[in-house]
T-cell receptor, first 114, second 113 residues
């Protein structure tokens, strides 16, 4: 099992650029989520999904889009990057009966927006 | 709204010292409580959990007891090692399906030999 994988590990964008952060899991988990981690802020939920075709907003969804076309993949799209989106992004997944508490986290993507 | 408050760090200890990281929560109903650990350069890993009052979660020598009367879930270890150096996050989920995992701000632990 590769677990939860994220690509890229690092990314630098200019303000206004768009990009997609990739997340995949091979554990057949129904629940997937995206968090951002900022210094002194803990982790905050951006979007989550309880299955293919079903997504919902978390605490900080503005400026981000998600879709879930397969069980395995849950990409996060930045539509027009802003410096305030400089952060470390974590994808996580779990079975529904342990969601959202007991999740498996990916290694993270460190994003810098200039 | 629901929230988690952790003691501020960094916490600096010598090897074999005792560790306590305080965590208190505010939540309606009966939340489930978790401790996650983040080693340098890595994602978070679930360390332990407790789902009801008086439950004790334990793993890798760490323990935490769900205390409803004091709304606390303090993390303890009797003898820390250098390899325990990491950031520790207390978190909760409200007792409702599909809601978020709410994190504290994290406590950095540094253990020296």
């Amino acid at each position: 099992n590769a677990g939860v994988t994220q690509t890229p590990k690092f990314q630098v964008l200019k303000t206004g650029q768009s990009m997609t952060l990739q997340c995949a899991q091979d554990m057949n988990h129904e629940y997937m989520s995206w968090y951002r981690q900022d210094p002194g802020m803990g982790l905050r939920l951006i979007h989550y999904s309880v299955g293919a075709g079903i997504t919902d907003q978390g605490e900080v969804p503005n400026g981000y889009n998600v879709s879930r076309s397969t069980t395995e993949d849950f990409p996060l799209r930045l539509l027009s990057a802003a410096p305030s989106q400089t952060s470390v992004y974590f994808c996580a997944s779990s079975y529904m009966d342990s969601a959202p508490g007991a999740q498996y986290f990916g290694p993270g993507t460190r994003l810098t927006v200039l | 709204g629901d929230s988690v408050t952790q003691m501020e760090g960094p916490v600096t200890l010598s090897e074999e010292a005792c560790l306590t990281i305080n965590c208190t929560y505010t939540a309606t109903g009966y939340p489930s409580l978790f401790w996650y650990v983040q080693y340098p350069g890595e994602g978070l890993q679930l360390l332990l959990k407790a789902t009801k009052a008086d439950d004790k979660g334990s793993n890798k020598g760490f323990e935490a007891t769900y205390r409803k009367e004091t709304t606390s879930f303090h993390l303890e270890k009797g003898s820390v090692q250098v390899s325990d150096s990491a950031v520790y996050f207390c978190a909760l989920t409200p007792n409702q399906a599909g809601t978020a995992l709410i994190f504290g701000k994290g406590t950095t632990l540094s253990v020296s030999s």
